[in-house]
C-alpha cells in the first residue's frame, strides 16, 4: 500500500443523497488532490490543496465540495450528485507542488450513483 | 482520441519479451515526466520519473526515454512479466502546475 488510505472503497448513492469520501496521508505531505477516472476520460484533476489551502478548482460543479482540515486529511462531500457522476475518486499526495516530487495515490473510492 | 477504460490502446506481448509504451506530451514547456502503474482495482503507482534535462532513465528493468524534439515519452519494460499486465499513464508537468495526465495504454502479458 501507499501509505494513502481512502474510505469507503465502494459507495452506492440515490442522487438526493449525501455523503462524503475520506482520505488520509500517512507520508508527511504537504499536498493533497482529488481526481475522477471514469469510463470514458483520462484522470481529471478536481481539486489541489496546498498547506491546507485550496490551490486549485478544475471547474469543478458545486455538488462536489472538498475539505481539507489539516495535511494529512482530505474529504470530498458529496450532494445531488448525478448519474455521471459515477466513477472511480482518487486521492493523492505529494511534497510540496512544483517541485519534481511523484504523486502518490490512494486505491480509490467506487462512486455509482443510481 | 482513446480514452481510458472501453476504449484504451493496447498492447500484448508475451512474457519474457520487452515492452514499449509510447506517450505524446501536449506542452513543450513541460520540465517534469511520470509513468504511473495501474493496476485492476488500485490506484496509480509511481513506476519511474525523467527531468526535462535528461533524455534516459534506468530503474529496475524499467527505462524511461525522452525525445522533446517531437515530445515524445516512452517505457521500456524489460523482461516483462505476468505482474506487469496493467494500465500505464504517462503524465507531465510544468513548473508548479499540477500533473497532467495522458490517456492510457492498457499492457497484456500472454503468458
Known amino acids: 500500500e501507499t501509505g494513502v488510505t481512502q474510505t469507503p472503497r465502494h459507495l452506492v448513492m440515490g442522487m438526493t443523497n449525501k455523503k462524503s469520501l475520506k482520505c488520509e496521508q500517512h507520508?508527511?505531505?504537504?499536498?493533497m488532490y482529488w481526481y475522477k477516472q471514469s469510463a470514458k476520460k483520462p484522470l481529471e484533476l478536481m481539486f489541489v490543496?496546498?498547506?491546507?489551502?485550496?490551490?486549485e478548482n478544475n471547474s469543478v460543479p458545486s455538488r462536489f465540495s472538498p475539505e481539507c482540515p489539516n495535511s494529512s486529511h482530505l474529504f470530498l462531500h458529496l450532494h445531488t450528485l448525478q448519474p455521471e457522476d459515477s466513477a472511480l475518486y482518487l486521492c493523492?499526495?505529494?511534497?510540496?507542488?512544483?517541485?519534481?516530487?511523484?504523486?502518490?495515490f490512494g486505491p480509490g473510492t467506487r462512486l455509482t450513483v443510481t | 482520441g482513446e480514452s481510458v477504460g472501453l476504449h484504451l490502446p493496447t498492447l500484448s506481448v508475451q512474457e519474457g519479451d520487452n515492452s514499449i509504451i509510447n506517450c505524446a506530451y501536449s506542452n513543450s514547456a513541460s520540465d517534469y515526466f511520470i509513468w504511473y502503474k495501474q493496476e485492476s482495482g488500485k490506484g496509480p503507482q509511481f513506476i519511474i520519473d525523467i527531468r526535462s534535462n535528461m533524455d534516459k532513465r534506468q530503474g529496475q528493468r524499467v527505462t524511461v526515454l525522452l525525445n522533446k524534439t517531437v515530445k515524445h515519452l516512452s517505457l521500456q519494460i524489460a523482461a516483462t512479466q505476468p505482474g506487469d499486465s496493467a494500465v500505464y499513464f504517462c503524465?507531465?508537468?510544468?513548473?508548479?502546475?499540477?500533473?497532467?495526465f495522458g490517456k492510457g495504454t492498457r499492457l497484456s502479458v500472454i503468458a
Open positions: 507520508l508527511g505531505h504537504n499536498a
Open positions: 493523492a499526495s505529494s511534497q510540496v507542488p512544483g517541485l519534481t516530487y511523484e504523486q502518490y
Open positions: 503524465a507531465e508537468k510544468k513548473g508548479n502546475t499540477p500533473l497532467v
Open positions: 490543496y496546498n498547506f491546507k489551502e485550496q490551490t
